[in-house]
């Protein structure tokens, strides 16, 4: 496995896997992987003929206020479980590297509507950090395919839009969300749960998946009922809310019955730590 930590290695790489390989298929990561990842690299494999993934905490997406400075790095980890994993080359950049300028001076890509939306109203400026990193990473790589994950749907659905209105010619894949048994989603972030937090946060999914069984049936006055209820379900639990909502997809309009392909979506903060989750209801 190829390890670059900059761009001139990054092109020597990607000229050394082109020689064998007519396809690249493209993981992104910010690292501290768990088998959501893996997953992801796995699924890259069954579309190309070779793998690239990146590592690299994105400063750009952090508030000054958010979890930069403490999220966990675990490179050797991650380099060893790669390439485990297959992965034929990881791009392993400084902050430096990608934004030589700092990040706060450089040129940034919105996404409006989709981007300012849900965790784009929660964290502004976020998806602001997510699509030029990863803007900047595609053009650096130029894959023929990039796999995300769903849990972070509405990341998804902005890349897309992205990559369709800038005409980037890449395929988009998603992979399903991965879960603990208990239904937790996997997160790198899950890390900071103390042993008790652990222990209450399947509630999560639980009541999202509970919602998302009685919406079909619900009559559009009743929609707003269900989704009350489960928040206070989860406010009685201990989760401080966000945001627990149903949203049209691939839009993310509000909407007031799942008679059309939507998706809810849930952020919510136990203790310190903050989780998401979603379940599609699709009608196809």
């Known amino acids: 496995m190829i390890v670059a930590s900059d761009i001139a290695d990054l092109g020597q790489g990607l000229a050394s896997l082109h020689t064998r390989a007519q396809k690249i298929a493209f993981v992104p990561t910010m690292g501290n992987l768990h088998a959501g990842h893996l997953a992801l690299v796995e699924q890259a494999h069954h579309h190309a003929d070779a793998v690239v993934a990146s590592i690299f905490v994105n400063p750009m997406q952090f508030a000054a206020h958010e979890d930069l400075s403490t999220y966990p790095r675990t490179l050797e980890a991650d380099l060893t479980a790669l390439e485990t994993a297959g992965v034929d080359l990881v791009f392993t950049p400084s902050d430096r590297e990608i934004y030589p300028e700092g990040s706060a001076s450089h040129t940034a890509i919105h996404v409006p509507s989709l981007g300012d939306a849900l965790c784009g109203k929660d964290r ?57 048994e208990d239904g937790l989603a996997l997160s790198s972030r899950n890390h900071y749960l103390s042993a008790a937090e652990r222990a209450i946060a399947p509630k999560l999914f639980s009541t999202l998946t509970a919602c998302a069984e009685s919406l079909p049936s619900a009559s559009p006055n009743s929609v707003e009922t269900l989704l009350a209820s489960s928040r206070g379900e989860l406010e009685s639990a201990g989760f401080a809310l966000d945001y627990f909502e149903l949203r049209g997809l691939p839009l993310l309009q509000h909407v007031s019955d799942a008679t059309q392909d939507c998706a809810l979506f849930v952020a919510a903060r136990l203790g310190q730590t903050r989780l998401i989750d979603n379940i599609q209801l699709l009608n196809r």
């Open 124 to 180: 502004p400026g976020h998806f602001d950090g997510v699509c030029t990193v990863v803007y900047k990473l595609f053009q650096l790589v130029k894959p023929d395919v990039a796999v995300f994950g769903e849990k972070d749907l509405q990341q998804l659905l902005i890349i897309k839009k992205m990559v369709g209105d800038l005409g980037l010619p890449i395929e988009i894949q998603s992979g399903a969300t991965q879960r603990a």
